[in-house]
């Protein structure tokens, strides 16, 4: 057995990235760029107006602050107006700046009469309500590290560069194999003795949210035979297995014996925690395993605390312990035993955790309202109000 840091730091040291592939760049939505990724542009790729106004030679306006416009600048034209002396050009937001323009006032600072204008020279500073060009970056410039994570944000600067393609991390292909013959699939009458699917469309809805889908699910019978047949048969066609249930040491837990035979290197079994003591972590050639335990509370949290770390990080996220946070305990929380690192489900909101009731391992009551694990370390068995605790963020 391993506690939850050694359990983390195996799990972690296991990441393999997946290819690398090249896609349109609205399709990399949610990925992680695979490459480094260079201005092949300067930006702004031109000098522009920041405002609507007048551009003119900053020199003039120390000896006059009278103004004559002789032309117009609107954005999209490219329009290079000389300028005399006392002379000034009306201009657009985002219009291309005139070669002998270095300052531009702002309409509202203006009065005009006709074709000229008068303003407060005294308030404009030089180069003011340009954007030259290369300000934000020039050609050539790093502008986004391997490993970013691409959202809208990064999807639309990406696009303010012209790029069209990026290359991301691939998609890891993973299955989910859960056991139970006392399970029910949803929809259906409830057997006396029976209990509803409940742990699948959790981890299949738990994937959605970062992006990620199962290519396989698939409900075994609780049998030596049928466990040994189905993972072998999906380790054929997943990077990632993942199986729910079976993985304790009752009468009808095949899937540690099942993993044993097909030859999978264990790389830990059980961990110091609760819930989720049974989680197995194994390797078999370039794919990996975890077999989680059957309640649903260990379901969840051992899918957060280290599932989802490990699928992102094969995506390409490089931070394993990213959700790991700190706020301080609204209340008292104690406990009998503390031998354990316990996952309390929790609430966090501007720093502030409360522990939520229903902690059992098969209670799912709490979980809609649960934004964040809290981690009650071993060793302890009282958390005091206001204490300073670990949380992991979901």
């Not at 997946?18 to 990399?28: H, K, M, Q, S």
Request: proline share 4%; net charge neutral; aromatic share 10%.
């Amino acid at each position: 057995m391993v506690n939850t840091n050694q359990a983390k730091d195996l799990i972690e040291a296991h990441i393999q990235t997946t290819e690398v592939v090249e896609v349109p760049l609205i399709e990399a939505l949610g990925g992680y760029l695979a490459t480094h990724i260079f201005a092949p542009i300067a930006m702004p790729s031109f000098s522009n107006s920041a405002m609507d106004g007048y551009g003119f030679r900053y020199m003039d306006s120390l000896s006059t602050d009278t103004f004559t416009i002789v032309g117009e600048v609107p954005a999209g034209k490219t329009v290079d107006i000389a300028l005399g002396k006392g002379e000034a050009v009306r201009i657009f937001t985002g219009a291309r700046v005139p070669s002998y323009v270095d300052t531009v006032v702002i309409q509202e600072k203006v009065t005009r009469e006709g074709n000229t204008i008068h303003f407060d020279t005294t308030k404009v500073k030089k180069g003011e309500n340009i954007r030259f060009k290369g300000e934000q970056s020039k050609e050539g410039d790093l502008v986004l590290h391997e490993n970013t994570f691409v959202n809208a944000a990064v999807i639309g600067f990406l696009a303010s560069l012209g790029i069209d393609k990026v290359k991301i991390f691939a998609k890891p292909t993973i299955g989910l194999l859960y056991t139970g013959d006392e399970l029910v699939e949803i929809g259906n009458p409830l057997p006396e003795g029976k209990i509803y699917n409940a742990n699948s469309y959790t981890l299949q809805a738990a994937l959605a949210e970062i992006g990620q889908s199962l290519s396989l699910v698939q409900h075994i019978a609780d049998t030596q035979q049928a466990t040994e047949q189905a993972i072998r048969e999906a380790l054929k066609k997943v990077d990632i297995l993942l199986l729910s249930g079976g993985i304790s040491v009752g009468d009808y837990d095949f899937v540690r014996s099942s993993l044993q035979n097909i030859g999978i290197e264990e790389v830990f079994y059980k961990v110091a925690q609760k819930p989720g003591k049974p989680l197995y972590f194994g390797k078999y050639g370039h794919k990996r395993i975890f077999a989680l335990p059957g309640n649903p509370a260990s379901v969840f949290t051992c899918y957060h605390m280290y599932v989802k770390p490990f699928i992102l990080g094969c995506y390409g996220r490089n931070n394993f312990r990213k959700e790991m946070d700190y706020a301080t305990l609204t209340h008292p929380y104690d406990r009998k035993k503390g031998e354990l690192t316990q996952y309390l489900k929790a609430y966090v909101d501007k720093a502030k955790v409360m522990v939520l009731h229903s902690q059992e391992s098969h209670k799912l009551d709490t979980l809609p309202l649960t934004n964040c694990l809290l981690e009650f370390p071993a060793g302890k068995t009282i958390l005091e109000k206001d204490e300073k605790v670990k949380i992991w963020r979901l």
